[in-house]
Structure formats: structure tokens, C-alpha cells
């Protein structure tokens, strides 16, 4: 399924394969809460993740100024999905600018409906 959206060409639905992705493959939170160090799929910024090899991604998930990541493998289409999001986007910016957790949560409790929220 966030493959199929991956390749859409409709960037909410490319975002929500993203995130739909990092939360399984990744564990990410939709918005960590429960933490001041770890940021979730939404508050990650285009800083927060670089391109460093081919089909490798470099994953800050920590607040922490110096941590340096995890190197994680992904799947050609994820990598070429994130390096079409980087595109014009500052440092600064939000990688999924267009979601919302009611967005990611709505389109997750289609396949576990007793799903509330995350």
C-alpha cells in the first residue's frame, strides 16, 4: 500500500507512503509526545534525514545537536520518494508538510478499525 502511493503522483499521497513506511519499517510515532528527544514522522525536518548512498538513508530521529543518525536501507522507491520531497524544501522545512496525524491515523484504521489514534 505506501508503495502504491509512493507512486502517485499527488504528494499527500506520496507523503502518506512515507510515513506510512517509516512507521512500519522505521517504528516511528506519528508525533512523539512521550518524549523531548525523539522527533516523530511529522516533526521530521528535511535536515533531519540526508541521501548518503544509493538506497541509504540517514535517519536523525533525535532532537540531540550531535547525534549523527542511523544509516538505514530503503527500498529504491522510498529513496527516490524522499529525494523528490527534499526537492526545493529548506533545512528547515517539514519532510511531510502536507499531513496531519488525523490524516495518517484516518488512513491507518482503514485496515485496523478499531484504530483511534496513535
Known amino acids: 500500500d505506501y508503495y502504491y502511493n509512493m507512486n502517485s503522483t499527488d504528494t499527500v499521497r506520496k507523503q502518506l507512503g512515507v510515513a506510512v513506511w517509516m512507521i512500519d519499517n522505521l517504528l516511528f510515532d506519528i508525533v512523539n509526545e512521550k518524549t523531548v528527544d525523539l522527533v516523530g514522522c511529522l516533526q521530521l525536518k528535511c535536515s533531519n534525514i540526508a541521501l548518503t548512498a544509493p538506497e541509504t538513508l540517514n535517519v536523525k530521529r533525535s532532537k540531540l545537536l550531535d ?52
Open 67 to 118: 547525534h549523527n543518525g542511523e544509516n538505514v536501507k530503503a527500498p529504491k522507491i522510498v529513496y527516490d520518494t524522499i529525494s523528490h520531497l527534499l526537492q526545493n524544501k529548506d533545512p528547515t522545512d517539514l519532510l511531510l508538510d502536507q499531513l496531519s496525524a488525523s490524516t495518517i491515523t484516518e488512513h491507518l484504521s482503514t485496515y485496523i478499525p478499531s484504530l483511534k489514534a496513535l
